[in-house]
């Protein structure tokens, strides 16, 4: 008992307290919703919303409207919510987590606040495990939301692209949490508003939550696409500008670390790469790749910024001379390095889109959740999603019994004295689970069993639909299960069988079609006297099967109820309490046990010498087992201690994620707002404005006399942003005078905008706009994707910081900052390049194909063809296959000068080199 609980009482007592006031005042309404008829119940929704529209609160009509639904359930699917499923609605819908033991009606319970959350119409998903269990409720539930005139999705793999945006438009959508994070990426990469998915992410509620948030945290979302398969053109670039001369075909700034075409460069890659126009946007790639072969070739030195080993090139660190191995040049400079030294050049996969499971229910505006098993990982409930829990009190009192642990010192004699004891209670009929952690050991059990003679049923999470089947005969007389602990999730044991499946399957042996068996187990009226005599059918052999299983269930409370062993304790004590809720369910009798043995891997890593030397002491036969208090204890310590590892893990996880989520926030942001047709032309503008600074600022800072400033140097970094730009390389004394640093950057401005606006005139400017939108898109995806890379890059390597006394994450937060700044620049700088760089010939359509040497290739990703699956890399994968056509991502990727932004400048100025030539170090050639 902790502290607080001795001063304040038991907490949790207190927190049900409060809101069963609220459930007492919802079943005040029971009689008055009774009198209505199903029309004036229906009527209630649309009250509820123009009562919402006119300013009352979800709160002011929660107790009227769960009885309403409450009512709605009864008459649509024959289930009413006890006084405790209300109070777990309620904890629901106050966004926290309700922790309900195992049959106390989660599903049903979860209808309250859905339905009442739903009236505000900003949409709410119903989140679950798998594909089964969201369709099963989406369709089971469903019916109570159909009834109150509320409209149903369900969002599973394989529907089309219609029926998934059709889901995400109904007041309620089942889905899994994969579904939904994926598609919260894939609305992130599309190119036109009509092909977002989902609304804003409202209100959650997430079934297992413990699995979801807790055991499948650490698990990223990811969508990889394809990278170039062929890697002809970094060879290509590089063939290409190993012909060129210096200073007549390109020019070198090896102060600025840049390097640019010149006039005479320009035409010589036109005519080479069969080109009309080497700055068009679209020939945005190749362009980008010559500059990084200059680079490669022109500015990077062998044996001094990389070395060539065992075929791969390795980054020299220039700072520690140590080689930086697993660690490549960013922007493709490593691949036309790679290309330079004649070597394999490396196309990778590239990751397009990544959210962690984390911070992705963190973006909903309220969240809940609900389980058999939480309060022992409450604390980090409440530190990473800001939920506490609350235990729900169950209808009827657990009598259940939980024998203490039986300890062994071998993991032989364990599992043979487990089979004994199966073989034991099977002779009585009395029904037994046998949990296992692994495939490996429930193939074990299952063949001491079958030495024994035992039947049994070996469950794997293969077919949800059998494992749902399997589970729920389970509770059969003489039954004996071995399942996985997870197996089975959301459906329960019933004592002696459940008669629903027994008559569904009554009817497929029958012959009767899936539609049918869905319409007989509901209660939607129809005309169709074919269904309604299924509807007949089903009822007849559910009585039947009913009145077998009520004596059966009978006969196996008197046997004692459902019989658990579990073959080894979990990391987790939460999963040990999920297996002991299977029994006792709806105050069933039931007994559960866990058999234990020193070599189990938890015993081994976690329990501590003292442990195994005080049963060594016994000298314990092989298969003799010993029952203490104190060994529950350590065995309780050794799980404590995994959780307090793991949950380390995961929230460390999560500090390097919510650097890159912050980044992720401001990218998508910003991309909606182009997605949703908002007007560029005063962004472009202002982006102008901003590289013009960049130039213009060092050159003024020099000096305070005009005279003395470097207006040739101005005019190549400005012919950087824009080629076409000439400016003055001289003015004339009174111009001089007259000028200051304002002065001159309104000039500019001027200049630029005139341009600008010819550019306008030449191209329409409704044109001109969907240009600038296309233009937009398609370089923050390109430099995103690129971002996502080298953060994931700088994590990989950051650990080591640990070793000299610097946090890692506070070392990845500061880098990753300065990495996400430079991004920003150069969007500006390639955004605002190839908007003055457009040609008449330039495709307007966001779903770009690009010209490259004859070869077609097409940006677009299809999000209807990304098929979700689980990556074996640990995370959660969908790989952009795009069939009958390639998708070719080149990787647009540049290298930056190798100065740190607080070191002095390479200039000389004595400033810093973030508040000097930074910026304009960042400036990139495009085509120019």
Excluded at 37 to 60: I, M, P, V, Y
């Amino acid at each position: 008992m902790s502290l607080l609980e001795k001063i304040f009482g038991d907490l949790n007592k207190r927190e049900v307290k409060k809101v069963e006031k609220i459930a007492a005042k919802v079943e005040t309404f029971d009689e008055a919703m009774q009198a209505l008829t199903d029309e004036e119940l229906k009527a209630k929704t649309q009250e509820f919303r123009d009562r919402l529209a006119a300013g009352e609160t979800l709160d002011d009509i929660l107790p009227e409207a769960f009885a309403v639904c409450r009512e709605g359930a009864w008459r649509s699917i024959g289930l009413k919510h006890f006084h405790v499923q209300i109070i777990g609605g309620i904890v629901l819908h106050q966004g926290r987590i309700a922790e309900m033991k195992t049959g106390e009606g989660k599903t049903l319970v979860a209808t309250l606040p859905v339905y009442l959350n739903a009236l505000e119409g900003k949409g709410v998903h119903v989140v679950t495990v798998n594909d089964y269990l969201a369709k099963r409720d989406s369709e089971w539930m469903g019916k109570v939301y159909s009834f109150l005139g509320l409209t149903v999705g369900c969002v599973i793999h394989g529907i089309s692209e219609e029926e998934r945006r059709d889901a995400y438009m109904a007041d309620i959508t089942y889905g899994t949490n994969n579904e939904f994070g994926f598609d919260y990426l894939r609305d992130n990469m599309v190119t036109y508003e009509e092909e977002l998915m989902q609304r804003e992410l409202h209100y959650a509620i997430v079934d297992e939550v413990d699995s979801i948030l807790v055991d499948e945290a650490r698990t990223p979302l990811i969508i990889s696409g394809q990278g170039t398969k062929s890697t002809d053109l970094y060879r290509k670039a590089d063939k290409f500008v190993k012909e060129l001369t210096k200073d007549q075909d390109f020019e070198v700034e090896e102060k600025d670390q840049q390097v640019s075409l010149t006039d005479e460069g320009v035409s010589k890659a036109e005519a080479f790469f069969g080109l009309d126009n080497f700055g068009d946007p679209q020939n945005m790639e190749i362009n980008h790749n010559v500059l990084q072969a200059l680079k490669a070739n022109n500015l990077m030195e062998r044996d001094v910024d990389y070395i060539v080993k065992d075929g791969e090139i390795v980054i020299v660190d220039e700072f520690t001379g140590r080689l930086m191995f697993g660690r490549r040049y960013s922007n493709g400079l490593h691949q036309a390095i790679e290309a330079k030294e004649h070597l394999r050049v490396r196309s990778e996969s590239k990751t397009l889109a990544t959210i962690t499971l984390q911070n992705l229910f963190r973006m909903y505006d309220k969240l809940a959740g609900m389980t058999g098993t939480a309060k022992t990982e409450e604390d980090e409930f409440r530190d990473i999603y800001n939920m506490d829990v609350v235990v729900i009190p169950t209808n009827k009192p657990v009598i259940r019994e939980d024998k203490p642990d039986a300890v062994y010192q071998k993991e032989r004699g364990k599992f043979h004295a487990i089979a004994d004891r199966v073989a034991e209670v099977h002779q009585t009929g009395q029904p037994v689970l046998v949990g296992t952690i692994s495939i490996e050991k429930s193939e074990l059990i299952s063949d001491l069993l079958r030495k024994k003679g035992i039947q049994h049923n070996v469950l794997n999470a293969k077919q949800h639909e059998k494992e749902a089947e399997i589970v729920a005969e389970a509770g059969r007389k003489g039954m004996v299960t071995i399942a996985t602990n997870m197996a089975g999730r959301g459906t329960d044991i019933i004592l002696g069988g459940n008669p629903e499946f027994e008559a569904k399957r009554e009817m497929r042996k029958k012959g009767y079609s899936e539609e049918a068996i869905n319409f007989a187990t509901g209660f939607a009226r129809s005309e169709d006297q074919e269904l309604l005599d299924a509807r007949e059918a089903y009822q007849e052999y559910y009585e039947e099967f009913k009145k077998e299983r009520d004596v059966e269930h009978d006969e196996v409370v008197e046997l004692g109820g459902l019989c658990i062993i579990g073959t080894e304790r979990h990391e987790s004590r939460r999963i040990d309490n999920q297996l002991r809720g299977r029994a006792g369910r709806q105050g069933d009798p039931g007994q559960t046990q866990f058999f234990i043995s020193l070599e189990d891997e938890l015993m081994r890593l976690f329990g501590g010498e003292r442990m195994q030397n005080m049963v060594a002491r016994m000298g314990l036969e092989e298969d003799e087992a010993i029952e203490a208090k104190m060994l529950s204890r350590s065995i309780e310590s050794a799980q404590k201690k995994v959780e307090g590892r793991n949950f380390g893990i995961r929230k460390y996880v999560l500090q390097y994620d919510n650097v890159m989520n912050k980044q992720r926030e401001i990218i998508y942001n910003e991309r909606r707002k182009v997605l949703m047709g908002e007007d560029l032309r005063e962004y472009i503008t202002n982006m102008t404005h901003d590289l013009i600074d960049s130039v213009i600022d060092p050159i003024t800072m020099e000096s305070k006399y005009p005279e003395e400033w470097d207006f040739e140097a101005m005019n190549k970094g400005l012919r950087r942003i824009v080629r076409s730009f000439r400016g003055k390389d001289e003015y004339s004394t009174d111009e001089l005078v007259r000028m200051d640093a304002d002065s001159l950057k309104e000039d500019v401005y001027q200049q630029f905008e005139a341009m600008y606006q010819a550019k306008e005139a030449e191209i329409g400017l409704e044109p001109m706009r969907e240009v600038e939108r296309m233009i937009l898109l398609r370089v923050v995806d390109n430099l995103w994707m690129d971002q996502i890379d080298a953060m994931d890059q700088l994590k990989d390597g950051i650990g080591l910081r640990g070793i000299g006394q610097q946090d890692p994450v506070a070392a990845y937060a500061q880098e990753g900052f300065d990495m996400f700044e430079q991004m920003i620049a150069e969007i500006k700088a390639e955004t605002v390049s190839n908007c003055y760089s457009v040609t008449l010939q330039t495709e307007t359509d966001r779903h770009t194909v690009i010209q490259i040497g004859g070869e077609k290739k097409e940006e677009n990703v299809d999000r209807g063809i990304l098929a979700a699956m689980q990556g074996g890399s640990g995370a959660a994968e969908e790989d952009a296959e795009i069939p009958e056509r390639e998708f070719k991502q080149e990787t647009v990727r540049r290298d930056r000068p190798k100065v740190g932004r607080n070191d002095p400048c390479p200039c000389g100025s004595g400033k810093k080199y973030k508040n000097c030539c930074m910026q304009k170090d960042l400036e990139r050639e495009r085509g120019m």
